[in-house]
């Protein structure tokens, strides 16, 4: 798929002299919230025992589970779904530290501007969670309250090939050793022969 031309060995110097195809992850819309001096009720899936302490908590990811899609017009989609976010909780017990997963469901009613109908790409709908937890409580054998700010985002991506215009495959400068007599200049330059 790439067309390579003579001279074409990562010279700037030759211009741009090379086509690449490159396999990425394109955003096709999204749309975030953000909610300040939020609290939220999370539920366990294992049980904490009584007496136990709040130490911290966590997002580690989230998912949107069970959407549906209505088509609005002017490119315009209705998603319909619940973004299900999973934090790490850590609690302390006896003196020891103990970790568990706990999850929040929360139903969304989004607008997004998603692949055309006719279009053969295979997109998917992601979400983001990005929560820096203030406080938090233990409120029940299988309940924890968190508070904290939000931020979330939920975005239409896909895998595409994109073409672009290249100067050709990096030429990197040979190695140089290093005897530790003094520790300046240690690294190579790109500057000199490309």
Known sequence: MSAIKAGCGGNFQDGLCCRMV????????????SDSNIT?????VDPIPQGAEFVSARVIGSEL???????????????????VTTFAVTYSFGGVLTTVQAEL???????????????AVMYSIEVQTNMRIGSGAIIGTNAISVTGCRVQIIKVTAPVDILIPTYGYCKYPPCVGNECPGIDNIFPTFDGDF
């Open 22 to 33: 490159i396999e990425v992850k394109r955003v096709f819309d999204g749309c975030a919230t």
């Open 40 to 44: 939220l009720t999370l539920t366990t």
């Open 65 to 83: 589970v069970g959407y549906s899609i209505t088509s609005c017009g002017n490119d315009l989609s209705r998603v319909i779904g619940e973004v």
């Open 105 to 119: 469901s929360e139903n969304r009613d989004v607008l997004l501007r998603l692949p055309q109908n006719n279009s």
